[in-house]
C-alpha cells in the first residue's frame, strides 16, 4: 500500500459556542490541513497519483475556508457544530471524499488532519 500527503495552509477565525473558556470569544488560527490518499498500483511513471492532482482539490476546499468567520458557513455555528479542529477535519474529507476518488481508479482519502496551531491536530478517517 502506498501513501501520499498533502499540506495546505488557511488563515481564519472562529469561536467555540459553549465553551467555558477563552475560546468561547473570537480568534484566529492560521490552520493546517493534511491529506492523506492511499492506493495499491502505481502509474507507469511510477506514481500513485500527481501531487498536483491533490494540491488542486485542495486548494479549491481552502479558498472557501480562508480568511472566513468558520462560525458562517452553513453547518457551522448557530444551530450547527462548532467549528473545532475534530469538526473541520470532518467537514474537508467529506468535500474531498469524491473528488479524490474521481481523480484515479484505486485511490483513495484516507485521513484529513487540522492542526490548528504547530503543536495541536485533529485527524478524521474512516475504518
Not at 91 to 110: F, Q, S, T, V
Request: charged share 25%; net charge negative; hydrophobic share 40%.
Amino acid at each position: 500500500m502506498y501513501e501520499l500527503t498533502v499540506n495546505g495552509k488557511f488563515s481564519a477565525a472562529h469561536r467555540l459556542c459553549g465553551y467555558p473558556g477563552d475560546c468561547a470569544r473570537l480568534h484566529g488560527h492560521t490552520w493546517t490541513v493534511q491529506v492523506k490518499v492511499i492506493g495499491e498500483e502505481l502509474d507507469p511513471l511510477g506514481m500513485l497519483v500527481d501531487f498536483k492532482e491533490i494540491k488542486k482539490h485542495l486548494a479549491a476546499v481552502i479558498d472557501r475556508l480562508d480568511h472566513q468567520f468558520l462560525n458562517e458557513i452553513p453547518g457551522f455555528g448557530q444551530g450547527g457544530v462548532n467549528p473545532t479542529a475534530e469538526n473541520l477535519s470532518f467537514y474537508i474529507y467529506r468535500l474531498l471524499e469524491k473528488p479524490i476518488l474521481e481523480i484515479k481508479k484505486g485511490i483513495r482519502l484516507k485521513e484529513i488532519s487540522v492542526w490548528e496551531s504547530p503543536d495541536a491536530y485533529a485527524t478524521y478517517r474512516e475504518e
